[in-house]
């Protein structure tokens, strides 16, 4: 009966502290879900789980020229405008399928300091999508608010879409995971916040999945 009794105390323990842990990790959070912030403080433990087991940290790479060009492309954007692609001629370009009550959310703030760090030769772009576990229930204007305040994102961000294979699949990445279009990748995102990166020529240089981050060496490397 002792030990029974000490293992909840134990328990109790564990989860006042984790408790308290989630409330200090969110105390400048606004407007979230207890499970976004749960899913805030335990991000560090998943990118670490990830980076030690090897799951979603698949990587790929060549740069063949593109049968379509990525410049005629054009897509809208969360605020309902339209983006052409024909203006991102010059600079990289990362593409990230995106998600507000993903295990990866926290990736956000990476994203948000790469676009700083790179201003002058990258432009990051986020698809929020609900393709995966529907992970990303907002709408857009939930989606552009609850970026701005808890990650302080400015990069752009498209209308809500779907990015995975199907009739409905977003035109862009119909271009990044169709060999036919873009020369050579078919490989499309294995789950949210997978990364594809264009080169100043809109050629397909890179495929990240989820577990690496945008702050990783392998990124960085890839944007030099």
């Known amino acids: 009966m002792k030990k029974l009794k000490r293992f909840f105390i134990v328990i ?3 989860a006042t502290a984790f408790f308290i842990y989630v409330e200090v990790v969110n105390r400048n959070s606004v407007n979230m879900t207890y499970r976004q912030k749960v899913l805030k403080a ?3 433990a998943i990118m670490w789980l990830g980076k030690i087991t090897g799951k979603n940290s698949k990587k790929i790479m060549s740069n063949k020229q593109p049968t379509v060009s990525f410049y005629t ?3 809208t954007l969360n605020d309902g405008s339209t ?3 024909a203006t991102l001629k010059g600079k990289k370009v990362m593409l990230v399928n995106t998600a507000s009550e993903c295990g990866y959310t926290g990736q956000y703030e990476s994203l948000q300091t790469l676009s700083e760090q790179y201003k002058n030769k990258l432009i990051v772009i986020g698809f929020p999508a609900n393709d995966f576990k529907e ?3 907002g709408t857009d204007e939930q989606i552009a608010a609850f970026c701005k305040k808890n990650y302080g ?3 752009p961000l ?3 879409s779907i990015v995975v294979k199907s009739p409905q699949q977003n035109d862009v990445y119909k271009w990044l995971t169709e060999e036919i279009q873009n020369g050579w990748n078919n490989t499309v995102p294995s789950w949210n916040f997978s990364k594809y990166i264009v080169n100043e020529k809109g050629e397909l240089t890179n495929y990240f999945e989820s577990s ?3 702050l990783s060496r392998e990124v960085t490397d890839a944007l030099k």
């Open 12 to 14: 109790l323990f564990i």
């Open 42 to 44: 335990v991000y560090p």
């Open 73 to 75: 492309l054009k897509g």
């Open 83 to 85: 983006l052409d692609f």
């Open 135 to 137: 992970q990303e229930k």
């Open 153 to 155: 994102v400015s990069f």
């Open 158 to 160: 498209m209308k809500k």
């Open 212 to 214: 690496i981050s945008p």
